[in-house]
């Protein structure tokens, strides 16, 4: 599929589409279903400061439970989608995640170091926050100072060695913590959930994802030439160096927002890139708006099926491997193109 003329247009629309369904089924469903109608009516009367004309119910549902739920959603499907597009085009390779240089690992300490120092929820998302960026940190002045030959290489097995550091990290907190309280709290919020989203906690997720995400929709034509071998990008003019660094930090600071918010939630932003790339080529213009739009409506419905399928909430990151194992070996059965 090349990607481009009709069919990238298509496959934006069709991105947007699914979006908007994962919206409507977001509101719909639960004890009290709400119509996107009326969701957008409170929603346009609290930032007007007018009234929405709806049940007092209503507003609460759209306001203080449902909404800032479906909002972390979104904003968090769509960060990891955009992370795992750019370092998927920055190292070449189609099997990377966001993951890859140590960011959801060294989260996954800090939240665990906190839940075991007995923090509260702010306490404990900022220990994930601190733990993902200087996990991400240590993997690149590492692999900076001992990759001269081959960079990209020696990043990738550094992060996987530092990697294996903080999972063993996570192990040995699990076991000293206590069976009785911390144990299931850290269980749980390693395995993913946006069950404690509250609207309080918006602006520490919205402000990271935000300015990580808008930075890489700016680099998104820069990486096309970044995803070329770096003679060629440099014999173009391109600072492959700090513009390499830039993407990392911006990849980084929305991941490890988007695990410090909602634990840890494999394979979104490995299977959705795949997913856009199918839709509207290998062109970063058009890859990194799609899989913003395709993860933040994948993710949605994904925590709407968790919340509602059983009478006990299903840990996303459970749901996520269930999806996404099948959908990326259909990916990779289909592949009979090349990825670039």
Known sequence: MTGSGLSARA????ALLL???????????????????????????RL????????????????????????????????LSVAGTAFQGLFRNPLVSPDLL?????????????????????????????????AVAAVYAIGSRLGRHDPMLVLILTGVVI????????????????????????TFWLLGSLAAAHRLD????????????????LLRHRMNVLSLPD????????????LRLAVIVAATLVTSAAVAAAGVIGWVGLV?????????????GRLVPVAALLGAGYLLLVDTVARSAASVEIPLGILTAVIGTPVFIWLLAGAHRSWS
Do not use: C
């Not at 903080?166 to 911390?182: I, R, S, W």
């Open 202 to 217: 918006l602006a520490a997720l919205g402000i990271p994802v935000g300015a990580g995400t808008l930075a890489l929709v």
């Open 231 to 242: 003679e060629e990008a440099r014999a173009l003019g391109l600072p492959t160096g700090p």
């Open 102 to 134: 140590g960011a959801s690992s060294g989260a996954a300490l800090g939240a665990v170091v906190g839940i075991y120092a007995n923090l509260g929820v702010i306490g404990i998302q900022a220990a994930a926050f601190t733990g993902g960026l200087a």
């Open 19 to 45: 979006l908007v369904a994962a919206l409507v089924a977001a509101f719909g469903i639960g004890r009290l279903p709400v119509g996107l109608g009326e969701a957008l009516r409170v929603i346009v009367a």
């Open 272 to 284: 959705v890139p795949h997913v856009a790339r199918f839709l509207v080529g290998p062109d970063f």
């Open 48 to 79: 007007t400061g007018g009234t929405a004309d709806v049940a007092p119910t209503v507003e609460t549902v759209v306001l203080a439970i449902r909404g800032p739920r479906i909002l972390a959603a979104v904003l968090i499907g769509a960060a």
């Open 11 to 14: 496959g934006f629309w069709i």
């Open 163 to 186: 990697g294996s550091l903080l999972g063993a990290g996570v192990g040995l907190m699990k076991y000293l913590a206590d069976p009785y309280d911390q144990l299931p709290a850290m």
